[in-house]
């Protein structure tokens, strides 16, 4: 009988999928997370993610912005994912023209922030940039179905959730995939990427908390 023993799959892609799938659930799974989609909040929740978001992806864009010289990190620069636009459109409808005096950013978003401006090598910016943009791409398409259901939110004002360049997130994802694969890492770079990738959805995570602690419409809930 022959054994056939199939080599462990080392495409960066399929690392960064396997070895954050635990964080994944674990973010997807916050009580903040749960609620909302779960129609137990309100529009007002959403809106406090979304400023949070704002501040969250300023500080990843800029990030890109820093790195723009680097060969392994240009090829993620992709104009069709930048966020900050979106979001600032969103909120300016949400929250009318003011709206950034009603910012207040939260802890765990001033922890992210601080670990994204500290960016300093292409890396750690594709971990950060998968953990977002991926995501965005694909629960996130999920979340803003949930939203416009349960709190009579419109694509307008969830123009984040839209990618207008990206008509078809499959291929898309795809080609992303392969981007992840073509780049020029060592594999210590590669072990780098995947550690920050969890780091990124563990930031994720706390926000969620951080955002549970002021929106929780059931005080026993986490
Ligand atoms: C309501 C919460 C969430 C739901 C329902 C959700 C759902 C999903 C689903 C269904 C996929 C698989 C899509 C596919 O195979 O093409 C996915 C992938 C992904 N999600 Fe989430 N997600 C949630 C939260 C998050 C959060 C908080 C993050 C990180 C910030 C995140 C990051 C990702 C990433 C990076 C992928 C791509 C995995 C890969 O194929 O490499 N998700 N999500």
Do not use: C
């Amino acid at each position: 009988m022959i054994v056939e023993t199939l080599a462990p799959d080392t495409a960066l892609s399929s690392l960064l999928r396997t070895a954050t799938r635990p964080q994944h659930e674990h973010a997807e799974t916050r009580g903040f997370v749960t609620q909302l989609m779960g129609g137990a909040l309100s529009r007002e929740a959403y809106i406090d993610l979304a400023t949070q978001h704002h501040a969250i992806y300023s500080a990843l864009e800029a990030a890109g912005e820093r790195l723009r010289g680097d060969a392994a990190a240009a090829p993620f620069l992709i104009d069709a994912l930048v966020r900050v636009p979106s979001l600032e459109a969103d909120l300016a409808l949400l929250l009318g023209p003011d709206w950034r005096d009603a910012v207040d950013v939260l802890p765990a978003t001033r922890a992210y922030i601080e670990v994204l401006d500290g960016i300093d090598t292409a890396e750690r910016f594709v971990a950060h940039h998968y953990t977002r943009y991926l995501g965005d791409l694909s629960g996130g398409q999920i979340i803003s179905r949930m939203l416009q259901r349960h709190y009579g939110m419109t694509p307008e004002e969830l123009t984040f959730y839209t990618f207008t360049e990206i008509p078809k997130p499959k291929p898309f994802k795809d080609d992303y995939r392969a981007l992840l694969d073509a780049a020029p890492f060592t594999p210590e770079q590669i072990d780098a990427v995947v550690e920050e990738a969890k780091v990124a959805f563990d930031l994720n995570a706390a926000l969620f908390v951080d955002l549970g602690g002021r929106n929780d419409e059931d005080s026993t809930a986490a």
